[in-house]
């Protein structure tokens, strides 16, 4: 409460000489006296030559920089979708019938040299299987026919 008391005594104080204190017109040269001129004039420079520069620069930026790039990338945009998009739609579409085309060699040349093969190998198996008899007679029967067949051949050519 000693402090509460103290407080009061003042706050009454203060109210009582409030008219003996009132403010004069003066100017008085304290120490803010000095960073209010000061920043006086720095927001004249901030107002007047480096706004008037910064305008500036923000003008030839955009002309200088952005338009070219934007332009640029405008540019590069554009040859994106004409040529390359393009191109790779065409390599595609040129895979899929490379791709068509092998599967159809696969399957009808090279698959179907091998089925031949294997025909003609069962059709000659067979074939040689009714020729090799094991019989003395049959062999000799086969190389008399084909002696004749050369001899025969030779007199006819």
Same mark, same amino acid.
């Given at each position: 409460t000693a402090s509460l008391g103290i407080l009061m005594f003042t706050a009454l104080g203060f109210f009582l000489l409030l008219k003996t204190v009132a403010p004069h017109r003066t100017v008085s040269v304290d120490i803010?006296?000095?960073?209010?001129?000061?920043?006086?004039?720095?927001?004249? #420079?901030?107002?007047?030559? #480096?706004?008037?520069?910064d305008s500036i620069w923000a003008e030839v930026y955009n002309v200088g920089i952005l338009k070219p790039k934007d332009k640029l990338?405008?540019?590069?945009?554009? #040859?994106?979708v004409r040529v390359i998009d393009t191109i790779v739609n065409r390599a595609a579409w040129l895979t899929r019938i490379a791709a068509?085309?092998?599967?159809? #060699?696969? =399957?009808? =040349?090279v698959d179907g040299i091998v089925n031949s093969m294997v025909t003609i190998v069962q059709f000659n198996t067979g074939l040689w299987q009714r020729l090799q008899t094991g019989y003395l007679q049959h062999y000799v029967l086969i190389i008399i026919f084909g002696l004749l067949l050369v001899i025969g051949g030779v007199f006819l050519f």
């Open positions: 803010d006296w000095f960073y209010r001129k000061g920043s006086e004039v720095f927001m004249w #420079f901030a107002r007047a030559p #480096f706004a008037t520069a990338a405008r540019l590069c945009w554009r #040859f994106d068509w085309l092998s599967h159809k #060699f696969d =399957i009808y =040349i």
